[in-house]
């Protein structure tokens, strides 16, 4: 899956994420997002990791946070999509 958005003050990026099922008996609840990376920075194509932008994702408090619930956000919807059908 993936999802379009601004980061770090308005660097637009898309981010690929996979989400995985509730695991219940592990504990975990709710659908979660297994993995991210961000796979085109201005809307060009990453051909390696950007691990600088990486470091500044970090850098700054509640970016990870940002990313996350805009995967979430981008899965539901495509949830609903689906759901049309």
Do not use: H
Request: net charge negative; glycine share 8%; hydrophobic share 35%.
């Amino acid at each position: 899956m993936q999802t379009e958005l601004r980061i770090l003050g308005g660097l637009p990026v898309t981010v690929e994420f996979t989400m995985q099922p509730a695991e219940r008996d592990v504990g975990i609840m709710s659908d979660y997002v297994e993995e991210w990376e961000v796979v085109e920075i201005n809307g060009k194509r990453c051909k390696k990791s950007p691990a600088w932008l990486y470091n500044r994702i970090e850098a700054k408090k509640g970016e990870e946070d940002r990313i996350l619930q805009a995967c979430y956000d981008s899965a539901e919807g495509m949830a609903q999509d689906f759901d049309d059908y």
